[in-house]
């Protein structure tokens, strides 16, 4: 099944279950993917699909961290929430020991450049890791 027929069920199920938070979170996702689909008037690719959710997940984490300067308590729990539902639909995110031993694999190493660097990681890695969390690592190894 694909991340989109997947969505569009767990979509209608939560409307049925009047589950408004997971709807309404499920909605823009879905919104996203069909106007990316337009966008490129064909199917869009497993990494298409998954750019867009995590995408959309880092709009929701800097929803969080803007609710959480702004002592928004309310705001924060209800971000929290949308960011446990848009992660169901990505894969397990490795932890940054796995990221490590990933790019030991991959052969990034000092010497390279940040974008050889980054053209090697991330087409391998995309969707299971945080590209900020990424980026960071690369860096420091690069460093």
């Known amino acids: 099944m694909t991340l989109q027929k997947r969505i569009m069920e767990d979509l209608k199920n939560a409307m049925r279950n009047k589950e408004t938070l997971k709807k309404g979170v499920l909605t823009l996702i879905k919104a996203g993917l069909t106007s990316a689909e337009k966008e490129k008037r064909s199917e869009l690719t497993e990494a298409e699909e998954l750019a867009?959710?995590?995408?959309?997940?880092?709009?929701?984490?800097?929803?969080?961290?803007?609710?959480?300067?702004?002592?928004?308590?309310?705001?924060?729990?209800?971000?929290?929430?949308?960011?446990?539902?848009?992660?169901?639909?990505?894969?397990?995110?490795?932890?940054?020991?796995?990221?490590?031993?990933?790019?030991?694999?991959?052969?990034?190493?000092?010497?390279?450049?940040?974008?050889?660097?980054?053209?090697?990681?991330?087409?391998?890695?995309?969707?299971?890791?945080?590209?900020?969390?990424?980026?960071?690592l690369i860096k420091q190894r690069l460093a």
Not at 76 to 100: D, F, G, T
Request: net charge negative; hydrophobic share 35%.
């Open 52 to 136: 867009i959710v995590q995408r959309e997940l880092k709009q929701t984490k800097q929803s969080l961290a803007e609710a959480e300067k702004a002592n928004r308590p309310d705001i924060v729990e209800q971000e929290k929430a949308k960011i446990e539902i848009i992660e169901a639909y990505l894969p397990k995110q490795l932890s940054k020991e796995e990221i490590e031993k990933e790019l030991d694999t991959l052969g990034v190493q000092k010497g390279m450049t940040m974008g050889e660097a980054m053209k090697i990681a991330k087409p391998a890695l995309n969707g299971k890791v945080d590209n900020g969390l990424l980026s960071q």
